[in-house]
C-alpha cells in the first residue's frame, strides 16, 4: 500500500472494475478508466465530452420542465431507476430509498431501462 499512496487493499479496489453490473455503474466511467490507465490528455477531453453530455440533458429537462408548465401540465422531472425519494420519519430529511429492480435486472442482464450516460 506504500506505493499506492497508503490506501489500504480495500481502498484500492473499490473501483476495480465489475462484469455484468448497470451500464450507469460508475466504475466504467471512460474518463476515470483512462486516467487510471495513466492517459491523462484522453483522459481529460473525454471528462469534457461527459460533463457537456449531462449539460445538454438537464438543459433538455429544464426546457421540459418550462414547457409543461406553460401548458398547465405537471412535470415529474427525473425519476431514479433504483431509489425513491421519501421523508425520513425521525429527522424529516429526504432520504433515497432502495426500491428494488437492480439485482433482478442484474440476473436477467436486462439493462434497456438504464439511461446511455456515457
Known amino acids: ?3 499506492m499512496y497508503f490506501f489500504s487493499d480495500l481502498a484500492l479496489t473499490l473501483n476495480e472494475p465489475e462484469e455484468s453490473v448497470a451500464p450507469t455503474d ?3 466511467r471512460p474518463d476515470q478508466r483512462l ?10 477531453v473525454e471528462k469534457q465530452r461527459l ?5 445538454a440533458v438537464r ?3 429544464e426546457a421540459e420542465a418550462v414547457e409543461a408548465l406553460e401548458e398547465g401540465k405537471e412535470y415529474e422531472g427525473y425519476i431514479p431507476l433504483w431509489f425513491e425519494r421519501k421523508v425520513d420519519a425521525v429527522t424529516g430529511e429526504l ?7 437492480y439485482w433482478e435486472a442484474k ?3 436486462d439493462w434497456s ?3 446511455d450516460i456515457f
Not at 460533463?51 to 449539460?55: A, H, N
Open 95 to 101: 432520504i433515497c430509498v432502495y426500491k428494488g429492480g
Open 1 to 3: 500500500s506504500e506505493n
Open 59 to 61: 438543459r433538455r429537462r
Open 107 to 109: 440476473e436477467k442482464q
Open 51 to 55: 460533463e457537456e453530455k449531462q449539460r
Open 26 to 28: 460508475s466504475r466504467l
Open 113 to 115: 431501462m438504464c439511461p
Open 35 to 44: 486516467m487510471e490507465s495513466g492517459r491523462w490528455d484522453e483522459a481529460n
